[in-house]
Nanobody, 123 residues
């Protein structure tokens, strides 16, 4: 079992920045690829970013490339999502998720999920 707890969401204005954190407990953190997903009201959960177990490989959805950065600190069992130049369309509940070994972009591939943290960007 892996337990995930997100934090760092909030209400910001367009152009502002936020850093989300996801603290993990349970099994060996570095064995897990980590992903960030988001879900806006009335929409399906979508992939945002992912990072490999070592942190050496990352992937992003096109709409956040150049604005968001995913990273992890395996000594702290924590994965981060630095979000810059936020836009109103980034408004959603953000979830972190974990799966063994390699990351994918499909929510159904992830076994463990946090409870989510709300990010609201006003125009």
């Amino acid at each position: 079992q892996v337990q995930l707890v997100e934090s760092g969401g909030g209400l910001v204005q367009a152009g502002d920045s936020l850093r989300l954190s996801c603290a993990a407990s349970g099994r060996t953190f570095s064995n897990y690829a980590m992903g960030w997903f988001r879900q806006a009201p009335g929409k399906e959960r979508e992939f945002v970013a992912a990072v490999s177990g070592t942190g050496g490989s990352t992937d992003y959805t096109d709409s956040v490339k150049g604005r968001f950065t995913i990273s992890r600190d395996n000594t702290k069992n924590t994965v981060y999502l630095q979000m810059n130049s936020l836009k109103p369309e980034d408004t959603a509940v953000y979830y972190c998720a974990a799966r063994m070994l390699v990351f994918t972009t499909a929510p159904r591939d992830y076994n463990y999920w946090g409870q989510g943290t709300q990010v609201t960007v006003s125009s």
